[in-house]
């Protein structure tokens, strides 16, 4: 079992619409939770940042971690084309460590 | 702009051979990670170094080696290179946080290397 996994995707939403991402993770060892945006031919960038279990907002995201269930999720709201790229999870157990990655799912935001 | 330069930006190279990627953090920076990311792997962390030191190793083969300078670049170099090793070569960087939280990592454009 591999110890981070993400839906393969790819996903394809009309414009509008509410997005779900979602890794489910193995470790138990990881308190830091990551999403990353990655647009074609680029470079992963940081979207948003949690600590353990519990909800953060940021404008139209929404990252969301349930460490019983081991399970982490990204909400979109009102897509927008804007935001069609690659979006990875990535999680670690504390400072200065490695971070563990999903295998990224696609996302197209039909206008 | 993430602030973290990598070089060269292509390279198409033939079995066999010797290549250098290298990458500056951004300024202020001591970490800096290397990740392989393929299409059937995903973006797989290689090695980091700290301050020069290296701090961790993760699926990096032995052809492959990497080092950081006093000037806090890396340089990442892939020998006897095989037709697998055609991937986006990422370097990352970051600044420790306090109280034990995880680094935020700032990636680079990546270096695609094709081995023909």
């Known amino acids: 079992q591999k110890e981070v996994e993400q839906d393969p995707g790819p996903l394809s939403v009309p414009e509008g619409a509410i997005v779900s991402l979602n890794c489910t993770y193995s470790n138990s060892a990881f308190q830091y939770f990551m999403w990353y945006r990655q647009y074609s031919r680029k470079g992963p960038e940081l979207l948003m940042y949690t600590y353990s279990s519990g909800n953060k907002e940021d404008g139209r995201f929404t990252a969301q971690v349930d460490k019983s269930s081991k399970y982490i999720s990204l909400f979109i709201r009102d897509s927008q084309p804007s935001d069609s790229a690659t979006y990875l999870c990535?999680?670690?157990?504390?400072?200065?460590?490695?971070?563990?990655f999903g295998k990224g799912i696609t996302l197209s935001v039909r206008p | 702009d993430s602030g973290v330069t990598q070089t060269p930006k292509h390279l198409i190279t033939a079995t066999g051979q010797r290549v250098t990627l290298r990458c500056s953090p951004r300024?202020?920076?001591?970490?800096v990670y290397w990740y392989q990311q393929s299409l059937d792997q995903g973006l797989q962390f290689l090695i980091q170094?700290?301050?020069?030191?290296?701090?961790a190793k993760g699926n990096i083969l032995e052809r492959f080696s990497a080092q950081q300078f006093p000037d806090l670049h890396s340089e990442l170099n892939l020998s006897s290179l095989e037709l697998g090793d055609s991937a986006l070569y990422f370097c990352a960087s970051s600044v420790p946080t306090s109280g034990g939280a995880a680094d935020t990592q700032y990636f680079g454009p990546g270096t695609r290397l094709t081995v023909l």
């Open positions: 300024s202020g920076d001591l970490s």
């Open positions: 990535a999680m670690g157990p504390g400072a200065n460590s490695k971070l563990t």
């Open positions: 170094y700290y301050n020069g030191e290296e701090r």
